[in-house]
């Protein structure tokens, strides 16, 4: 049985939308594997690690990762739960105009991206998932669908609008290591010294190194991954406290305070904006 279900969501020449749910069997490395066309994933659920020869990159919500058309790479699962992601392809020039050159190898016959990933900031966060689930509830016409989608691509291609970490090798997997922690209990209230005893390190080099990384502390970033996640499950809540308590806030009135702070809405006013019109 195939660890993985793919839901086609949108095709139209310019852009393809998908949505790939893996079940996380394989732990350790994968069989190395390559893809037809450049993709650009973003994980909404879950967490992986992608391996490009000796580079890795953990892919959770907060990340849009790039997988170059041909090259190969390796996925694993460290925390269990498996992972969601919308894959997007979009057509190669609409694409080359998207992206800065920078951001792009030069020589290939292909787009192919120099990085493994960009954080994405909460404006895309929200668009993956008005995207997803507007397509996913068939409430979404073709043409306003392709609008998001290239809206979403140009917001997480900014270099306004997105991060790169820049940092030595080191220090990056110090924070990947971080981020699978947070990401193997996203509702737990977790302390500094608990997160610096399961990367190894003291309670202040880790928000020093963090911070210094990811352009933003460690809490904050950990907010970002609960708040994305309730993104995901506005769609299958009716209940909007017992949301908001199962992501490990103390009440309605905060986690719709957070929310809102992020998103520029409420929980609530994001829920209504993905019903049936």
Not at 79 to 103: N, R, W, Y
Not at 110 to 116: D, G, M, S, T, V
Not at 177 to 199: G, N, P, Q, Y
Not at 228 to 257: E, I, K, P, Q
Request: with cysteine; aromatic share 6%; proline share 4%.
């Amino acid at each position: 049985m195939s660890q993985f279900t793919v839901q086609p969501l949108l095709d139209t020449g310019t852009v393809r939308v998908r949505d790939v749910v893996c079940s996380g069997e394989c732990r350790h490395r994968s069989e190395e594997e390559c893809t037809s066309a450049t993709h650009l994933v973003f994980p909404y659920r879950g967490v992986f690690v992608r391996h490009v020869g000796r580079n890795e990159a953990v892919a959770e919500a907060n990340q849009l990762l790039f997988f170059n058309e041909a090259e190969g790479y390796q996925i694993s699962h460290p925390v269990e739960g498996g992972d969601s992601c919308l894959d997007l392809v979009i057509e190669e020039a609409q694409l080359l105009e998207l992206t800065p050159k920078e951001q792009l190898r030069t020589g290939g016959a292909a787009p192919a991206f120099r990085r493994q990933r960009r954080r994405i900031d909460p404006r895309a966060q929200a668009l993956v998932a008005l995207l997803r689930h507007s397509l996913s509830r068939k409430i979404a016409e073709k043409l306003e669908a392709e609008t998001l989608a290239l809206t979403l691509v140009r917001r997480s291609l900014g270099e306004r609008t997105s991060h790169v970490a820049g940092a030595s090798p080191g220090r990056q997997k110090l924070v990947d290591r971080a981020k699978l922690v947070l990401s193997s209990d996203l509702s737990r209230r977790w302390t500094l010294a608990e997160i610096a005893t399961e990367v190894g390190v003291s309670p202040v080099y880790l928000t020093q190194v963090f911070q210094q990384v990811e352009a933003m502390p460690l809490y904050r970033y950990h907010l970002r991954l609960r708040l994305a996640r309730a993104l995901d499950l506005l769609g299958s809540y009716d209940n909007l406290t017992t949301l908001g308590m199962d992501l490990g806030f103390s009440s309605h009135s905060h986690f719709s305070s957070a929310f809102r702070q992020v998103y520029g809405r409420t929980p609530a006013e994001f829920q209504r904006s993905i019903k049936p019109r």
